[in-house]
């Protein structure tokens, strides 16, 4: 299971584009990109997926770079309520060593007005 | 069901008492997963249910925890003896597994467990 790296925390402010890498040297050729968004008391909910170039959605972006080694969420036009932790995680679905999976401690991001 | 449902939603127990944590995963899910988070830390694996295959337990902190799973259906997560150690948000996750593909895990609302 590829280890995955990310700043423990970053600040903004409402109306900046927010973007958070995470490293994952040693992640494997099935191996995609997630990354989740965890509000206070509750539980983590899919943002973003990739496996490689960029991904868009309604919420964010995810840039990938050609050797995959780390990888990019970008949230345009922050806002208050953007104020979360974010995960990023590395694996396939059949991934067996995958089960040990953690989670980290992700990037706790606050945005100020 | 609609997402992934947890209960209860709180637990207040006395050190030393067993309790027993509940989650529904999404029908049709065939992984199950559950997850311990103390406050202000990351998720930590726990256990990992596939269909009829043996669960991965490698992620249980010691020999009182153990969960149980029915099926593909609901899971629990009992802790026997509690510690107050033990006091953290218990979060359980389904996913439907596709060979060859991505997964994503639909995480339940967490039971509040406090061991006084």
């Known amino acids: 299971l590829a280890k995955t790296t990310q700043p423990i925390s970053m600040d903004s402010y409402e109306g900046q584009e927010v973007n958070i890498t995470c490293s994952h040297n040693?992640?494997?050729?099935?191996?995609?990109i997630t990354w989740y968004q965890q509000f206070p008391s509750q539980g983590p909910r899919f943002i973003i997926q990739?496996?490689?170039t960029k991904v868009t959605n309604e919420v964010a972006s995810l840039f990938i770079p050609a050797d995959r080694k780390s990888s990019t969420l970008s949230l345009p036009r922050v806002s208050l309520s953007d104020t979360a932790v974010y995960y990023c995680?590395?694996?396939?679905?059949?991934?067996?060593?995958?089960?040990?999976?953690?989670f980290g401690s992700g990037t706790r991001l606050q945005v100020q007005p | 069901g609609a997402g992934v449902s947890q209960s209860p939603s709180n637990k207040v127990t006395e050190k030393g008492k067993d309790v027993e944590l509940r989650c529904d995963p999404i029908?049709?899910?065939?992984?199950l997963y559950w997850y311990r988070q103390r406050l202000g830390q990351g998720l930590e694996f726990l256990i990992y249910?596939?269909?009829?295959?043996?669960?991965?337990k490698s992620g249980l902190p010691s020999d009182r925890f153990s969960a149980e799973r029915t099926g593909e259906s609901v899971s629990t997560l009992t802790i026997q003896r509690t510690q107050q150690e033990d006091s953290a948000v218990y979060l359980c996750?389904?996913?439907?597994?596709?060979?060859?593909?991505?997964?994503?895990?639909?995480f339940g609302p967490g039971t509040r467990l406090l061991v006084l």
């Open positions: 996750a389904s996913s439907l597994e596709l060979a060859g593909g991505p997964e994503t895990q639909y």
């Open positions: 040693n992640i494997a050729t099935n191996d995609y």
């Open positions: 990739g496996y490689k």
């Open positions: 995680l590395v694996g396939d679905a059949m991934d067996t060593g995958r089960r040990a999976l953690t």
């Open positions: 029908s049709g899910h065939t992984a």
């Open positions: 249910f596939q269909g009829n295959s043996a669960p991965d």
